[in-house]
């Protein structure tokens, strides 16, 4: 059973960069493509960056092109969401989620899903 564990939230101010990284384990058939999602206060979860298995970003939601960067170390089982010019509307609960085969970019997609870690932008 894959494991992720997300890190790296905490509060910010506009203009700011956080790291967010998901730590994976028990991938043994891995590795895997990951997502990061994110879950803005009363809002549906909604998808962010999804790094495919071999390092190749096969996504990154339009208004965080040019602010995101999603990467992975495979040899240390993490992949990465670095965040800049961080916004108030980038608040929300980040997750990170695997899955083997990607083709919809949607929740249905990844069968692993870590607990969040909280990133909160003030204006």
């Known amino acids: 059973q894959v494991r992720l564990l997300e890190s790296g939230g905490g509060l910010v101010q506009a203009g700011g960069s956080l790291r967010l990284s998901c730590a994976i384990s028990?991938?043994?058939?891995?590795?895997?493509?990951v997502g990061w999602f994110r879950q803005a206060p009363g809002k549906e979860r909604d998808i962010v960056s999804v790094i495919s298995a071999k390092g190749g970003t096969l996504y990154l939601e339009p208004s965080v092109k040019g602010r995101f960067t999603i990467s992975r170390d495979n040899a240390k089982n993490t992949v990465s969401l670095q965040m800049n010019s961080l916004k108030p509307e980038d608040t929300g609960v980040y997750y990170c989620?695997?899955?083997?085969?990607?083709?919809?970019?949607?929740?249905?997609?990844?069968?692993?899903w870590g607990q969040g870690t909280l990133v909160t932008v003030s204006s």
């Open positions: 028990g991938s043994a058939d891995g590795p895997y493509a």
């Open positions: 989620a695997a899955g083997a085969i990607i083709t919809t970019m949607t929740e249905g997609d990844f069968d692993s």
